[in-house]
């Protein structure tokens, strides 16, 4: 049994929706885990972390379109001391999630094939983000 | 320490919200395993994993309906060379989520009463879904 | 390797998003494990369990706010004859969800510093809540 749990930091990107996968994939060894699950936790609230298609970018763009529609420039909203797209980040890191459980398959994730790790990053100017990974099994 | 993994696939299913409680459970021997999890993750980006109620079909249908307005026919979407269905259908997978953990106790899923396991088939004419099962316990 | 579970009640609260963290941390002794994760489900469907800022107050009853907005009061909601909360409290657990999995680290949780667990309560009249504390790790 293993448990490898190490931290990184992501470098700070323009509001939208990133493809992560090969960051994560250089940043732990999991070649010697024939089974087990990854867990990828994204200490942060106004960002999120969901999986989906690896491939087309128009894919990153509609989804950012989307949440914008449905979280963005609510007249009810009293949070906005701290800009126009803080509470729309927070609505949209819950609804999406930050806490990611991947499995691992003979020292490899089991994604499928169009399958990516997609950072949603929800804030106009943020700075880097911190993200916990840690892997267990067999 | 066990760690248990199986691949299975779904059979495919209408567009809409299905329960799959049972098929797991038939395709995965939780009985040794005391106090633990599973992990089921669905190898999609155009369909989901939630849980909700295992009663009334009503449910199922209403969550269709909502989902389907919240995400379908936004006129700013651009990705739409795979049919109207692939783009909403990527939005609900992000929004549900593909991959669901569930304590294992005594041998068996520790779900509330009401609880069921649902596949959100969000294309019109989907096929078989890969499943990927790790359970991990004591 | 541990493995720790627990099944705990919150007591009944009102329509709305409140913080539990405090709860959880004392329901369960996390001191032993250096690094592991710690499951947190919740055994209903019309309540979610989801992360977000532990500080302003106003950030909770915007959530409450946008979430009624997008879920409450659908004309095609079929299933009503459980009061009108009901319906979009089932969209709301599924959108939110009811599984959390966070790292931990050194003996603690190892949330980011603006980090809190949020009960999401999305009936009006909801009894206690059951969840269960899953922890594992070496």
Redesign the interface.
């Known amino acids: 049994?293993r448990?490898?749990?190490i931290?990184i930091k992501l470098r700070p990107r323009p509001r939208g929706f990133h493809i992560i996968t090969d960051e994560i994939l250089q940043a732990i060894d999991l070649t010697e885990i024939k089974?087990?699950?990854l867990?990828i936790?994204?200490?942060?609230?106004s960002a999120s972390l969901?999986?989906?298609?690896n491939c087309?970018r128009?894919?990153r763009?509609?989804?950012e379109?989307?949440f914008s529609?449905?979280?963005d420039e609510?007249p009810?909203?009293?949070?906005t001391y701290e800009g126009e797209d803080d509470?729309p980040a927070?609505?949209k890191?819950?609804?999406?999630?930050?806490?990611?459980?991947?499995?691992i398959?003979e020292g490899r994730l089991?994604?499928?094939?169009?399958?990516g790790i997609?950072l949603g990053e929800h804030r106009e100017n943020a700075g880097s983000r911190?993200i916990?990974l840690?892997a267990?099994?067999?």
């Open positions: 049994m448990f490898i749990q931290e089974v087990g699950m867990n936790f994204l200490k942060h609230t969901s999986i989906n298609e087309e128009e894919v763009s509609d989804m379109n989307l529609d449905l979280c609510k009810y909203f009293k949070h509470m927070h609505a890191s819950s609804l999406l999630g930050v806490s990611l459980n991947i499995p398959t089991n994604l499928g094939t169009w399958q997609y911190s916990v840690t267990s099994g067999i």
